[in-house]
């Protein structure tokens, strides 16, 4: 399975949190970190097999999420910060769009805010 960086930018302060996207599955792993938490994406990836997953009920705001996949891609989702997780867009198949009605725009750029996050690591 192909794993790539994800990024989730929360738009109610900006703040930037680091997680795994799963490119064969088209899916987010569950659990983010702040950015600025993070040692390396070696070490979350480590940090992620051992983690508890989120469970309802959620405590959802607006996001963007962006992963670096391929050459690169970004579309608006749900985070809960407490429990660390994406709640809407956390997955780009079928299924979350028929379970949830979510249907996710993609956009096919890199964002200019996930541009500067991974410049500077």
Known sequence: MGKAIALVKCKSDNSVWM?????????????????????????LINEIKTKYYARPPFDEEPCEIYSDYGSGFWWNG??????????????????????????????????DWANDVLGER
């Not at 299924?95 to 956009?107: A, F, Q, T």
């Open 78 to 111: 749900t985070f809960d910060r407490k429990q660390r997780t994406v709640v809407n867009g956390y997955t780009l198949d079928c299924i979350e769009c028929e379970r949830y009605g979510y249907e996710p725009e993609i956009h096919n750029e890199i964002p």
């Open 19 to 43: 997680g795994v996207y799963n490119g064969t599955a088209d899916t987010l792993e569950r659990y983010f970190k702040p950015i600025n938490e993070c040692e390396s994406f070696e070490s």
